[in-house]
């Protein structure tokens, strides 16, 4: 049986291939050229093998980021793949990472003063990780006094979490908000023994 460009099943396998072989987002428009189909097509029949991988659980899955279709592993079966090809795990987020870029996600795009403003500590090491884990960058400038740079999320914090675009993000609530305040406030106590209650204490006995 010869297989013709417009068989349904021929066009799955070929959207598969071209997924599997462009290794990042790939938009409609070049599957639907690949395809040679029109553009409407080439989203159903993309999203037909996302359900179909999602459906059996397979161990690669189709991404929505921004309007475009990723091939990529599943995230739960990321540690067998480190046990073969041993590359590094995945970057593990402290709270404190956790809560800047949830304020980058939801505040974009933000400065790192506004950013240190909300968590009412000093964030730099926070945003240089977050810069390093490739789940935030500069993407601009304040048209301000010396032009800080404004941060917001990349296309890797988006595959990390699962979501199609920014747009899905669910808001921080302003008792979350409170909360990174008080935590922050906690982490420059511990940080400065001038602020330790116990370390004035001993002070005073010692006198």
Not at 50 to 66: P, S
Not at 103 to 131: F, M, W, Y
Not at 154 to 161: A, G, K, P, Q, V
């Amino acid at each position: 049986m010869i297989l013709r460009m417009n068989d349904e099943k021929f066009l799955a396998h070929a959207a598969e291939a071209v997924l599997f072989s462009m290794g990042e987002p790939v938009d409609p428009g070049q599957l639907a050229a690949a395809l040679e189909c029109g553009r409407a097509d080439a989203v159903r029949i993309v999203r037909e093998l996302k359900d179909e991988y999602d459906l059996e659980e397979r161990g690669v899955q189709i991404l929505e980021i921004g309007g475009k279709y990723q091939l990529c592993t599943r995230e739960k079966y990321y540690e067998a793949l480190i046990r073969v090809v041993k590359v590094p795990k995945k970057p593990v987020l402290t709270d404190v990472l956790r809560e800047t870029l949830a304020i980058v996600a939801n505040r974009q795009p933000v400065t790192r003063l506004e950013i240190e403003k909300i968590r009412g500590v000093k964030s730099d090491h926070a945003v240089n990780r977050l810069i390093e884990y490739d789940l935030i960058c500069e993407v601009g400038r304040l048209e301000a006094p010396g032009r800080p740079a404004l941060f917001g999320t990349t296309e890797e914090f988006l595959r990390r979490f699962g979501l199609p675009s920014e747009k899905e993000l669910p808001k921080v609530p302003e008792e979350e908000i409170s909360r990174f305040k008080g935590e922050a406030a906690r982490e420059v106590r511990l940080d400065d023994p001038g602020t330790n209650p116990a370390a004035g204490e001993e002070e005073n006995h010692e006198d």
